[in-house]
């Protein structure tokens, strides 16, 4: 199983995330660190994280974390959560600006008093949603298509590549909510609070060796 690192950049849920994988893997494998140097020796990397994404760059980099998260993400079993999948992409509408650009599309706004079933939604999309399996992943077994995922987010990814689109929602459109290549993964939604589903997917993560 070996070391797992969270990667602590000062932005939001992050002591939670640490907590449920640490529920299901050995606490003693995982810490949550901000030493680029200790997530490069991590056998497994997590990305999670909630605000603003000029807040979130800002603090990544003020910390010197952008080339070790970005590296990690090249090289080791690695799970985005939330902003964490949407810093992965080229750009983003609530920055105006560049993000990772590990992959390639854009982060954008969902469109605030969107009909759907007679009724107006409001952003963010909060609470629980469906989430389709479009492909099948390791990071899935055990989890019944269509279960439901809770969400708090104001934006969402447009991949470019629909081949590394591994799962998508409704909010009222469909939105791409899980996505990867090789040994990355990422999820809009949180898995640390979705119950036992959210369980299972981390469980899946930390057993991972990374391949599809």
Not at 116 to 126: C, I, Q
């Amino acid at each position: 199983m070996g070391l797992i690192v969270v990667v602590d950049y000062g932005m939001g849920n992050i002591r939670s995330v640490a907590k449920a994988i640490a529920s299901v893997s050995k606490k003693e494998n995982v810490i949550v660190s901000d030493d680029p140097l200790k997530i490069a020796s991590a056998d497994r990397v997590v990305f999670p994280g909630q605000g603003g994404m000029s807040d979130c760059l800002r603090e990544l980099d003020s910390r010197g974390l952008r080339d070790a998260v970005i590296q990690a993400a090249q090289t080791k079993p690695f799970l985005g959560v939330c902003i964490g999948l949407q810093m992965l992409f080229d750009f983003s509408e609530e920055s105006g600006g560049p993000c990772l650009e590990v992959f390639r599309g854009r982060v954008a706004r969902f469109i605030d008093g969107a009909v759907s079933e007679g009724r107006k939604l409001k952003v963010p999309h909060m609470g629980w949603n469906n989430v389709q399996q479009v492909v099948y992943h390791p990071l899935w077994r055990g989890i019944p298509d269509n279960s439901r995922f809770y969400f708090v987010h104001s934006y969402f990814v447009k991949a470019e590549d629909e081949t590394i689109v591994f799962g998508i929602s409704k909010f009222p459109d469909k939105f791409h909510c899980a996505l990867g290549k090789k040994n990355i993964f990422a999820v809009q939604f949180h898995p640390e609070k979705s119950q036992s589903v959210g369980l299972k997917l981390l469980s899946n993560f930390v057993q991972w060796d990374g391949e599809v």
